[in-house]
């Protein structure tokens, strides 16, 4: 074969393949070109509506799923709102990336718009985070005032105007719980530098009843200038509600708006008990080696000046009480006969029993007494005071004296009482007062301090006393 033969050859061969490589540039260009004619168009389209002023539509959909999002979510949208907007308005379009190139098509779109001014975008309304922090600020504050009642607030609040002084408040108040000094100061500084705990305190006080707010006033502390014109008062004097209220009228302006005469007389009383007026003076201890102990400071007591105040409720209650016994005793006394055949009848027994040796007894409800001298004492034994008869064994004796009283048998037979206690005897419902004697007779009801005894005479030991009584008499 020739070379020119070959070259022939090797034309034909290669001209199928050639001929598509040339056809697939060709549709390659002209796909080019068509697009780059289409986005001309689309470019040219653009900038007629906008030059009309007519902004084509985007195509969204109008299906809108409603779900409840959590304070977490709102937050975190806001803010995700926010930073769309702050990107839209400095012109970076939302969704790319601060470092990403725009591409070639992007680059040619943005380059045959023309430039139109952006509109700024209204800022974030930061109603959604201002209400979550506001929703969560109270529960905070409710946790602080756990303890603190508005009562208590109120109560500290007058109580530090009268005095000035937190200590003083905090052994002098009674709060409704136990607080210790260190949170009647914290309380105290947090009413008066915090706004929110301030303000809450004072819309829950405002919201208390006026009779609470004056239970509460009646309880408030006393001042010095109070306690000093109280202490002006003489110990010796016997002061009424009028002397008080007359104070009162003198110094409106130094007593508390809510004191009353009652309230000024029962502190006088306390100021008088702890010998804190001017005229009292406070006793020395003896410099000695002998310690008073309890029963010798009660010894040098004197029971005049401690006489009970007097109350007109109570004594009409008790003169109405005291009549109503007297005839209940009437009617017993009516019906005793009748009473002491049906005993006898049933126990085969009549009165008590006396031995050779008991002049009289007196009977309560627990305890019976053995009188088997001519004198014995009354009252309430304690280590240093030992007496005859101790009350105590037949019932509450804490009202009653020491000594309080003495039973005596006269040589004529005659059985009498004398009280020396601080209370009254009643005999009968009749009052032995303090100094005073009454004379027993059998089957007389004595009372001492809501204690209440019959006493029960033997009356054949008595008659053979009388009896050589009468025959000493003559001689």
Same mark, same amino acid.
């Given at each position: 074969?020739?070379?020119?033969?070959?070259?022939?050859?090797?034309?034909?061969?290669?001209?199928?393949?050639?001929?598509?490589?040339?056809?697939?540039?060709?549709? /390659? $260009? !002209?796909?080019?070109?068509? $697009?780059?004619?289409?986005?001309?168009?689309?470019?040219? =389209?653009?900038? $007629?509506?906008?030059?009309?002023?007519?902004?084509?539509?985007?195509?969204?959909?109008?299906?809108?799923?409603?779900?409840?999002?959590?304070?977490?979510?709102?937050?975190?949208?806001?803010?995700?709102?926010?930073?769309?907007?702050?990107?839209?308005?400095? !012109?970076?379009?939302?969704?790319?990336?601060?470092?990403?190139?725009?591409?070639?098509?992007?680059?040619?779109?943005?380059?045959?718009?023309? +430039?139109?001014?952006?509109?700024?975008?209204?800022?974030?309304?930061?109603?959604?985070?201002?209400?979550?922090?506001?929703?969560?600020?109270?529960?905070?504050?409710?946790?602080?005032?756990?303890?603190?009642?508005?009562?208590?607030? &109120?109560?500290?609040?007058?109580?530090?105007?009268?005095?000035?002084? &937190?200590?003083?408040?905090?052994?002098?108040?009674?709060?409704?719980?136990?607080?210790? &000094?260190?949170?009647?100061?914290?309380?105290?500084?947090?009413?008066?530098?915090?706004?929110?705990?301030?303000?809450?305190?004072?819309?829950? @006080?405002?919201?208390?009843?006026?009779?609470?707010?004056?239970?509460?006033?009646?309880?408030?502390?006393?001042?010095?200038?109070?306690?000093?014109?109280?202490?002006?008062?003489?110990?010796?004097?016997?002061?009424?509600?009028?002397?008080?209220?007359?104070?009162?009228?003198?110094?409106?302006?130094?007593?508390?708006? /809510?004191?009353?005469?009652?309230?000024?007389?029962?502190?006088?009383?306390?100021?008088?008990?702890?010998?804190?007026?001017? %005229?009292?003076?406070?006793?020395?201890?003896?410099?000695?080696?002998?310690?008073?102990?309890?029963?010798?400071?009660?010894?040098?007591?004197?029971?005049?000046?401690?006489?009970?105040?007097? %109350?007109? #409720?109570?004594?009409?209650?008790?003169?109405?009480?005291?009549?109503?016994?007297?005839?209940?005793?009437?009617?017993?006394?009516?019906?005793?006969?009748?009473?002491?055949?049906? #005993?006898? $009848?049933?126990?085969?027994?009549?009165?008590?029993?006396? %031995?050779?040796?008991?002049?009289?007894?007196?009977?309560?409800? @627990?305890?019976?007494?053995?009188?088997? +001298?001519?004198?014995?004492?009354?009252?309430?034994?304690?280590?240093?005071?030992?007496?005859?008869?101790? *009350?105590?064994?037949?019932?509450?004796?804490?009202?009653?004296?020491?000594?309080?009283?003495?039973?005596? *048998?006269?040589?004529?037979? %005659?059985?009498?009482? /004398?009280?020396?206690?601080?209370?009254?005897?009643?005999?009968? !419902?009749?009052?032995?007062?303090? !100094?005073?004697?009454?004379?027993?007779?059998?089957?007389?009801?004595?009372?001492?301090?809501?204690?209440?005894?019959?006493?029960?005479?033997?009356?054949?030991?008595?008659?053979?006393?009388?009896?050589?009584? /009468? =025959?000493?008499?003559?001689?």
């Amino acid at each position: 074969m020739t070379r020119g033969t070959w070259r022939t050859a090797q034309r034909g061969r290669s001209g199928p393949d050639s001929q598509g490589l040339l056809d697939s540039s060709l549709m /390659a $260009s !002209g796909t080019a070109s068509r $697009s780059e004619d289409e986005e001309s168009l689309a470019g040219q =389209k653009r900038a $007629s509506s906008q030059a009309l002023g007519t902004i084509p539509k985007r195509r969204s959909s109008s299906r809108f799923i409603k779900r409840k999002k959590f304070d977490d979510e709102l937050v975190e949208s806001s803010l995700a709102k926010s930073s769309t907007r702050a990107k839209g308005a400095s !012109g970076v379009e939302p969704g790319r990336c601060s470092g990403s190139e725009p591409s070639s098509s992007e680059k040619k779109k943005v380059s045959k718009a023309p +430039s139109t001014p952006v509109p700024p975008s209204p800022a974030p309304a930061p109603g959604l985070t201002k209400r979550v922090k506001k929703s969560k600020q109270p529960l905070q504050v409710t946790k602080d005032l756990g303890r603190w009642k508005p009562a208590d607030d &109120l109560l500290l609040i007058n109580a530090v105007l009268q005095t000035n002084d &937190l200590t003083s408040v905090h052994l002098g108040v009674k709060f409704s719980c136990r607080f210790t &000094l260190r949170e009647v100061q914290e309380r105290w500084y947090a009413l008066l530098y915090d706004p929110v705990i301030s303000k809450l305190a004072c819309q829950a @006080m405002r919201q208390l009843h006026p009779e609470a707010i004056a239970a509460i006033q009646s309880k408030a502390l006393f001042s010095k200038a109070e306690e000093q014109l109280l202490s002006k008062v003489g110990s010796t004097s016997q002061p009424t509600l009028e002397t008080f209220q007359d104070l009162l009228h003198r110094h409106p302006d130094a007593f508390y708006l /809510a004191r009353t005469a009652k309230a000024l007389q029962a502190h006088w009383q306390l100021m008088k008990q702890y010998y804190l007026l001017e %005229d009292q003076t406070v006793q020395p201890l003896p410099k000695g080696d002998q310690v008073l102990n309890f029963s010798d400071a009660e010894d040098l007591i004197d029971d005049s000046k401690l006489k009970d105040m007097r %109350d007109e #409720v109570l004594e009409h209650e008790l003169t109405v009480a005291d009549r109503r016994q007297k005839r209940e005793i009437r009617q017993l006394e009516q019906e005793l006969h009748k009473w002491q055949v049906l #005993v006898d $009848s049933i126990t085969g027994m009549s009165s008590p029993d006396f %031995d050779n040796q008991t002049l009289a007894v007196l009977r309560g409800r @627990m305890v019976r007494y053995l009188m088997r +001298s001519r004198e014995i004492t009354l009252g309430r034994a304690t280590k240093d005071n030992q007496i005859d008869v101790d *009350l105590s064994l037949e019932g509450p004796a804490w009202k009653i004296s020491r000594k309080q009283g003495i039973i005596k *048998l006269k040589n004529n037979g %005659d059985f009498f009482i /004398a009280n020396e206690g601080r209370r009254p005897i009643y005999i009968d !419902g009749r009052p032995v007062l303090c !100094g005073s004697k009454w004379r027993l007779s059998n089957n007389s009801v004595v009372e001492i301090a809501s204690l209440r005894f019959v006493f029960l005479i033997n009356q054949d030991l008595i008659a053979l006393i009388r009896a050589e009584a /009468a =025959k000493i008499t003559p001689q």
